[in-house]
C-alpha cells in the first residue's frame, strides 16, 4: 500500500491527514469520518470522489487529465476539489469541493 500511496501522495495539495486507531477501517466508516472533518473546514463540502488505497479502487473511474495522475484526482480539481482529507496515510483519501 506504501508504494500505491507514493504515487497518488505527490499529486495531492495539503491534506488533511486523519489519523483512525479502530482497525480495520472500512469505506463507509472512512467516509463518515471524513465528511464530519470536510465539514469543520466547509459546513456544506461536497464529495467529489475518493480512492480506496487497500484496493486501489477509486471513484469516480475517470479517464482524463495528462501523464500519470491519477483520474479521479483531476476529476475532482477540475470541479473545484480543493479540500482532501487522507485517512490513516492513504488507506482512504477523500476530495472534497468546499461550498
Given at each position: 500500500?506504501?508504494?500505491?500511496?507514493?504515487?497518488?501522495?505527490?499529486?495531492?495539495?495539503?491534506?488533511?491527514?486523519?489519523?483512525?486507531?479502530?482497525?480495520?477501517?472500512?469505506?463507509?466508516?472512512?467516509?463518515?469520518?471524513?465528511?464530519?472533518?470536510?465539514?469543520?473546514?466547509?459546513?456544506?463540502?461536497?464529495?467529489?470522489?475518493?480512492?480506496?488505497?487497500?484496493?486501489?479502487?477509486?471513484?469516480?473511474?475517470?479517464?482524463?487529465?495528462?501523464?500519470?495522475?491519477?483520474?479521479?484526482?483531476?476529476?475532482a480539481e477540475?470541479?473545484?476539489?480543493?479540500?482532501?482529507?487522507?485517512?490513516?496515510?492513504?488507506?482512504?483519501?477523500?476530495?472534497?469541493?468546499?461550498?
Amino acid at each position: 500500500m506504501e508504494q500505491k500511496y507514493a504515487q497518488v501522495r505527490k499529486y495531492l495539495t495539503n491534506p488533511i491527514a486523519v489519523n483512525v486507531a479502530s482497525k480495520p477501517l472500512d469505506l463507509e466508516t472512512a467516509k463518515r469520518i471524513a465528511a464530519e472533518k470536510a465539514r469543520e473546514q466547509s459546513p456544506d463540502a461536497m464529495l467529489l470522489s475518493w480512492y480506496d488505497g487497500k484496493t486501489g479502487e477509486a471513484v469516480p473511474k475517470a479517464e482524463c487529465g495528462f501523464g500519470d495522475k491519477p483520474g479521479w484526482i483531476t476529476f475532482a480539481e477540475s470541479r473545484g476539489g480543493t479540500l482532501t482529507i487522507d485517512i490513516n496515510a492513504g488507506e482512504y483519501i477523500f476530495m472534497y469541493k468546499p461550498l
